[in-house]
């Protein structure tokens, strides 16, 4: 069992930034494919952002790609999320998620643990 603890969250004007950091128990997080998830107000949670294990692939959907970064410390068990041009529909709870392949990180269905979510805002 994983366990995932979520911060950096909060409330920030359109074009702005955030970075959210998560950061997770246990002795093989480098061997973990980790990832971002977000659900909108109303909306289902999808897959944002992931990280293959080898800290070199990563996926982005095309609604974040070339605001959002992800990476990975894997000294720290810690990944993160740099949000960058923050837009008013980047609003949601967002959720880190770790899955045990870590060359499978460019879907939902690679991640088993999640966090708790943390909230981001943006507003005009």
């Known amino acids: 069992q994983v366990q995932l603890v979520e911060s950096g969250g909060g409330s920030v004007q359109a074009g702005g930034s955030l970075r959210l950091s998560c950061t997770a128990s246990?002795?093989?997080?480098?061997?973990?494919?980790v990832g971002w998830l977000r659900q909108p107000p109303g909306k289902a949670r999808t897959l944002i952002a992931g990280?293959?294990?080898?800290?070199?692939?990563?996926f982005y959907t095309n609604a974040v790609k070339d605001r959002f970064t992800i990476s990975r410390d894997n000294a720290k068990n810690t990944v993160y999320l740099q949000m960058d041009n923050l837009q008013l529909e980047d609003t949601g709870v967002y959720y880190c998620?770790?899955?045990?392949?870590?060359?499978?990180?460019?879907?939902?269905?690679?991640?088993?643990?999640w966090g708790q979510g943390t909230q981001v805002t943006v507003s005009s």
């Open positions: 998620a770790v899955g045990p392949k870590g060359g499978y990180y460019h879907t939902i269905a690679a991640y088993d643990y």
């Open positions: 246990g002795s093989t997080f480098s061997t973990y494919a």
């Open positions: 990280l293959h294990s080898n800290n070199i692939n990563r």
